[in-house]
């Protein structure tokens, strides 16, 4: 067994030897403070893209269902409903924000939990967190590309480099 993996026992026991001294020593681990700080500033860059994509509904009056419009007069609730480029420009970055935020911050959590050194940890959730801020920045405000695409590949790299670690320490088939 790796010299990782011991590091990893007293947080990988049973249910019933569990003890929540254990728990209290992975939230002051630095590894698992970093892991939850990034985590939380790209959840929460993701959860600020609802408001972001009512503001646009709003300002650019193109909204999707009967009921949002229902107090309006018929001729207007006809021009309301409808799509509209900026709406769908950001509906797809929140899209994105799902397709890779969701696996980063489940495949980082394992990732934090095999032990790696700190400023390699750090190196990688700083990057995901920068290129998803700046993904965002490139999808919103229509910057050319490949702006928008290398923040997506060097993104989805870190988590594809954070699974190769996981897997690497802790596989077993």
């Known amino acids: 067994m790796s010299r990782d993996r011991h590091r990893l026992a007293p947080f990988l026991q049973t249910r019933h030897t569990f003890k929540p001294a254990t728990m209290a ?51 207007e609730r006809k021009k309301l ?9 950001v509906r797809r970055c929140h899209q ?21 050194k700190l400023s390699a940890a750090l190196l990688h959730f700083r990057v995901f967190a920068a290129c998803r801020i700046f993904h965002t920045i490139a999808y919103v405000c229509a910057l050319p590309q490949p702006s928008r695409g290398l923040s997506w590949v060097v993104g989805m790299l870190v988590t594809f480099s954070m699974a190769y670690r996981v897997l690497s320490e802790v596989l077993v088939l």
């Open 25 to 75: 020593k992975l939230i002051e681990d630095e590894v698992f403070m970093a892991f939850a700080t990034y985590s939380t500033i790209v959840i929460l860059k993701m959860m600020l893209m609802s408001p972001m994509t009512a503001f646009f509904r709003l300002t650019r009056g193109a909204f999707a269902n009967e009921e949002d419009v229902a107090l309006k007069p018929v001729e």
């Open 81 to 89: 409903l409808r799509t509209h480029t900026d709406v769908e420009r």
């Open 96 to 116: 994105n924000d799902l397709e890779n935020i969701i696996p980063f911050v489940l495949i980082g959590l394992l990732y934090a939990l095999t032990g790696p």
